[in-house]
C-alpha cells in the first residue's frame, strides 16, 4: 500500500525558508518519479518540482526555478523540497505525488499523471 507522510509546512516571512518533507513506504521512492505540487485557495493544483527516477535529473515550474529545490534521500525514502526565498505568492497547500506508471517528467510536473498524493501540508508566507 502507497502511503506519504508530509511535514516541514508552517507560517514564515517573505524572504524565509522552508523544507518539506514526504517520507514514502509500500514502494521504492528511488524507483519512480515523484513530484511537488501545490493548490492556493480557489485555485488550481499545479506542479512545481519533479525528480526522475531512471537518471536524478530535476525540473521546476518557471515559478520554483532558482528557489526551490527537489531532492530526495533513499536511505530514509524520503523526497524534500527545499524553499528558499519565499513569496507570498507561494502561500499554498503543498503535496508530494507518484505516478502509477512511468513517468519522465521534464518542466513542471503535470497533476494528471500523478496517481498517489500526501495528505498535503500548508504554507504560509506572510509578514
Known amino acids: 500500500q502507497v502511503q506519504f507522510v508530509q511535514s516541514g509546512g508552517g507560517l514564515v516571512q517573505p524572504g524565509g525558508s522552508l523544507r518539506l518533507s514526504c517520507a514514502a513506504s509500500?514502494?521504492?521512492?528511488?524507483?519512480?518519479?515523484m513530484g511537488w505540487f501545490r493548490q492556493a485557495p480557489g485555485g488550481e493544483r499545479e506542479g512545481v518540482a519533479c525528480?526522475?527516477?531512471?537518471?536524478?535529473?530535476?525540473s521546476y515550474s518557471d515559478s520554483a526555478k532558482g528557489r526551490f529545490t527537489i531532492s530526495r534521500d533513499n536511505a530514509k525514502n524520503t523526497v524534500y523540497l527545499q524553499m528558499n526565498g519565499l513569496k507570498p505568492e507561494d502561500t499554498a497547500v503543498y503535496y508530494c505525488?507518484?505516478?502509477?506508471?512511468?513517468?519522465?517528467?521534464?518542466?513542471?510536473?503535470?497533476?494528471?499523471?500523478?496517481?498517489?498524493w500526501g495528505q498535503g501540508t500548508q504554507v504560509t508566507v506572510s509578514s
Open positions: 505525488a507518484a505516478p502509477m506508471d512511468y513517468t519522465y517528467c521534464s518542466g513542471a510536473p503535470r497533476p494528471y499523471e500523478f496517481t498517489y
Open positions: 509500500g514502494f521504492r521512492l528511488d524507483a519512480v518519479t
Open positions: 525528480i526522475n527516477s531512471v537518471d536524478s535529473t530535476t
